[in-house]
């Protein structure tokens, strides 16, 4: 059973303050990661796609990943109530198949 | 605004109606997805259909029957259901299918089975 893990939550920052969002997985050849973010009653949104080592930012953003320790973080960066929402981590799995695996989100609280 | 659109919203029925979801892509995409959703739980999911094809079906109860009549639309029929049914429904969309592109969500069915 493919597998990926999250720090459960709930996590609260400060408005203003970094959030530092963490998953790890269990499959080696997953390729393809992503995060998404989902409100209260609505539907996941995707925020961000990383697909090789190193860090990828895009605007407040930031995805780390590291193959290596089966890691993949997303950073944001000055953080916002409008963030304060369910983050979760998805993962690719090896063979043909390509199903995604989602962890079982973050919830995050940015207090003002 | 999403590029995947969901219908209806909301429904609400009984264990013995039959009802439809629908889904309507305008991306191009040729990989299109039914998930479940239950409170506080990440998506579970429920049918794959690639190129037209059904390609996964996870053991998905025979109450819930999928249909994609050409490859923008796909719709999920529903018949005799049960309470634990009540979840909000998912439609999602990517390229292919089969490789590495994100999924792309429609703002979901939030169903109610009495």
């Known amino acids: 059973q493919k597998e990926v893990e999250q720090n459960s939550g709930p996590l609260s920052v400060p408005e203003g303050a970094i959030a530092s969002l963490n998953c790890t997985y269990s499959d080696r050849g997953s390729q393809s990661f992503f995060w998404y973010r989902q409100y209260s009653g609505k539907s996941p949104e995707l925020i961000m796609s990383i697909y090789s080592n190193g860090d990828k930012e895009d605007g407040r953003f930031t995805a780390q990943l590291n193959k290596a320790s089966q890691y993949v973080s997303l950073l944001i960066r000055d953080s916002q109530p409008s963030d304060s929402a369910t983050y979760l981590c998805a993962v690719t799995s090896s063979g043909s198949a390509r199903q995604l695996t989602f962890g079982s989100g973050t919830q995050l609280t940015v207090l003002p | ?114």
């Not at chain 2, 629908?22 to 049918?47: I, N, S, T």
């Open chain 2, 1 to 114: 605004d999403t590029e995947v659109t969901q219908t209806p919203k909301h429904l609400v029925m009984g264990m013995t109606n039959k009802k439809s979801l629908k889904c309507e892509q305008h991306m191009g995409h040729r990989a299109m997805y039914w998930y479940k959703q239950k409170a506080k739980k990440p998506p579970e999911l429920m049918f794959v259909y690639s190129y037209e094809k059904l390609s996964i079906n996870e053991s998905v109860p025979s109450r819930f029957s999928p249909e994609c009549p050409n490859s923008s639309l796909l719709n999920l029929h529903l018949h005799a259901l049960q309470p634990e049914d009540s979840a909000l429904y998912l439609c999602a969309s990517s390229q292919q299918g089969g490789d590495n592109s994100p999924l792309h969500f429609g703002n979901g069915t939030r169903l109610t089975v009495t």
